[in-house]
């Protein structure tokens, strides 16, 4: 029996089987990693969104290690600077003018998220109900399998917390008419991920941050996956003309330390009081010392605009794979968060991918996902798309 194929029985004996993982890695290095077997892989997937900066960063990995040695851990009950200088950055890159709680994970901030305003609702009107999009996702605790409008994940856990409605994305008459008087909040994301790589309209955009005005709701962005400057600006909602109240922020803020935020605006920045919420975790010296030293590196190695630049290259070669093959309908996103629409299951075009040496991951059922990382080498993702290239032939037919 391989290594690999040992790990594998282990995994089907002692692991809940919530995944459906493939090949076992054990190694690392900007926009690769590398199989136990030793075969190496171009990761377009990041580690799902949480790499933005590569694998393995030394600026990271040094930032991790020095923190480690001093202050591994002290809880929220004592202060520490990590945590007040990523406060403050995470603010100043919002222009919010508001405030953070730091959590642990993606669907934790998103429940922050929804417990602050339904605090602020039930103080405002007894409002509590939160309008969200169809194809959304965010998160698997019960509050967030709720908010997130796609039945898969919520069957079966039922009875569900009450207090969601569901709107069509970019459907602007579609939210207004899920409003009602107990409507606290809208919350999206500006480009939909795990929902099929939807990029919100601008027009959208505009008249929701216009309906929560009109109607003193709390725009909310669940910026998971689309933030850290994936789209090619700090925050997906940067790419619109508006600012939400509230933005969640988790997966690739500390480049693979877990670790979530919620960021407010300066109205709901004093919502949340001593003992409303809290985390153990939440703002852990060694998460904040990642997150500051991953903020860092992005500003010194520009990465917002490698984001926009890699992601217009990586577009172009999806475009022309899509205007080669029948089996491949479409391609949309924004910046290096990109999704290729095919006619069959996109499951199979991932895993042809992978056993051609290219870590990609589907987007619902006919999108394979790419989530480059920001700082891959051009010459590394041309060798990709070359790969993924060879690929499609085979897989597609296509004569030599
Ligand atoms: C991944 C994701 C989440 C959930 O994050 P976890 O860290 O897995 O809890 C929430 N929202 C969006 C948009 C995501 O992509």
């Known amino acids: 029996m391989s290594k690999s194929e040992e790990i594998a029985e282990i995994y089907k004996q002692y692991m809940m089987p919530t995944y459906a993982p493939s090949v076992v890695l054990d190694k690392a290095k900007g926009s690769r990693v590398f199989g136990v077997d030793g075969t190496q892989y171009y990761d377009l997937t990041s580690g799902i969104g949480v790499h933005n900066i590569g694998h393995c960063h030394p600026e990271v990995v040094k930032a991790i290690q020095s923190q480690v040695e001093v202050l591994g851990h002290c809880s929220n009950l004592f202060m520490h600077e990590g945590q007040a200088l ?6 100043e890159l919002s222009g919010l003018g508001g405030k953070v709680f730091f959590c642990n994970s993606g669907a934790e901030a998103n429940e922050a998220a929804i417990k602050l305003a339904r605090k602020w609702g039930s103080a405002n009107g007894g409002r509590y109900e939160i309008v969200t999009m169809r194809n959304s996702f965010h998160g698997r605790t019960l509050a967030t399998i709720t908010a997130t409008g796609q039945d898969w994940c919520q069957q079966g856990y039922e009875p569900l917390p009450v207090g969601f409605a569901y709107a069509d994305f970019n459907d602007i008459e579609s939210v207004k008419a899920a409003v009602t008087d107990k409507t606290v909040a809208i919350m999206l994301e500006a480009v939909q991920g795990e929902g099929g790589v939807n990029p919100a309209t601008e027009e959208f955009m505009a008249g ?35 600012q939400p109240d509230l933005f969640t922020v988790a997966k690739s803020i500390a480049d693979g ?32 010392a990642a997150a500051l030293a991953t903020i860092g590196v992005i500003e010194k190695y520009d990465l917002l605009g490698a984001a926009a630049k890699k992601g217009e290259m990586l577009k172009a070669a999806l475009e022309s794979f899509a205007e080669k093959y029948d089996q491949i309908l479409d391609v949309r996103g924004l910046g290096l968060m990109l999704g290729m629409v095919t006619e069959g299951p996109a499951k199979d075009v991932v895993q042809a991918f992978a056993d051609g040496g290219v870590l990609t991951c589907t987007a619902g059922e006919h999108v394979v996902r790419f989530l480059p990382t920001l700082s891959m080498k051009d010459s590394h993702l041309e060798e990709a798309v070359e790969m993924m290239g060879e690929t499609l032939d085979e897989l597609f037919g296509v004569a030599e």
């Not at 990523?86 to 603010?91: E, F, P």
């Open 86 to 91: 990523l406060a403050k950055k995470l603010v």
């Open 208 to 242: 929701v941050r216009a309906l929560c005005d009109e109607k003193n709701l709390i725009m909310i962005c669940d910026e998971v996956q689309c933030g850290m400057g994936r789209t090619g600006k700090w925050w997906g909602w940067q790419n619109y003309s508006v």
């Open 257 to 288: 330390i877990p670790m979530g935020a919620l960021v407010s605006n300066e109205k709901f920045a004093d919502v949340f009081t001593v003992g409303s919420h809290a985390s153990t975790f939440g703002g852990n010296p060694v998460a904040c």
